[in-house]
């Protein structure tokens, strides 16, 4: 597996609810709690909101929440916000010889 | 703080070695607690992880690029480098070094990347 699978693109409208998921295998995804999600806008570096699939680094907002069930994973933002429109990719471990995948990327509107 | 910079030519020719070195400042590159990796973006494309590299030197690397890629470490100078060899237009993306923390598997820091246009 190169890639994991998101959807290529969620919108909402302001004060929403959103939700992107990130399908992998055993051997990813599902095998280990080592799923994280960043947040890339145009030109910049991406940052990381989400690690260990449901914790928040410091400074991130409560907003931004994480969970896994078997081999999909799913960021959820709350109260879609502007500046919350932006690029989401997630990444994971994975027992392969890569150590780490990332996600296809999802296209964050928010209308 | 801790700061990652990319450095390296900018344009590189069709079957020729990319080559760039990611400076780290703010911090030590022989701490156990990181991998030091490379990712790539081609433009108006997605991340793809490259590879990484421990302090001990032990590599991790894309299997689909694990043919052309040397990832390296010099602690000497707090720096380690990429280098990508008989590249191809396909190779043309933005090149982002960073931090992975060991314990979860997160990029926690990344350097501002650099594009790198393989072209002659």
């Known amino acids: 597996q190169s890639a994991l699978t998101q959807p290529a693109s969620v919108s909402g409208s302001p004060g929403q609810s959103i939700t992107i998921s990130c399908t992998g295998t055993s051997s990813d995804v599902g095998g280990y709690n080592y799923v994280s999600w960043y947040q890339q806008h145009p030109g910049k570096a991406p940052k990381l909101m989400i690690y260990?699939?449901?914790n928040r680094p410091s400074g991130v907002s409560n907003r931004f929440s994480g969970s896994k069930s078997g081999n999909t994973a799913s960021l959820t933002i709350s109260g879609l916000q502007a500046e919350d429109e932006a690029d989401y990719y997630c990444s994971s471990y994975t027992s392969s010889s890569t150590l780490l995948f990332f996600g296809t990327g999802t296209k964050v509107t928010v209308l | 703080q801790l700061q990652l910079q990319e450095s390296g030519p900018g344009l590189v020719k069709p079957s020729e070695t990319l080559s760039l070195t990611c400076t780290v400042s703010g911090g030590s590159i022989s701490s156990s607690s990181y991998y030091w990796g490379w990712i790539r973006q081609p433009p108006g494309k997605g991340l793809e992880w490259i590879g990484s590299?421990?302090?001990?030197?032990?590599?991790y690397y894309n299997p689909s690029l694990k043919s052309r890629v040397t990832i390296s470490v010099d602690t000497s100078k707090n720096q380690f480098s990429l280098k990508l060899s008989s590249v191809t237009a396909a190779d043309t993306a933005v090149y982002y070094c960073?931090?992975?923390?060991?314990?979860?598997?997160?990029?926690?820091?990344w350097g501002q990347g650099t594009l790198v246009t393989v072209s002659s």
């Open positions: 960073a931090r992975l923390v060991v314990v979860v598997a997160a990029v926690d820091y």
């Open positions: 260990d699939v449901s």
């Open positions: 590299i421990y302090y001990s030197g032990s590599t």
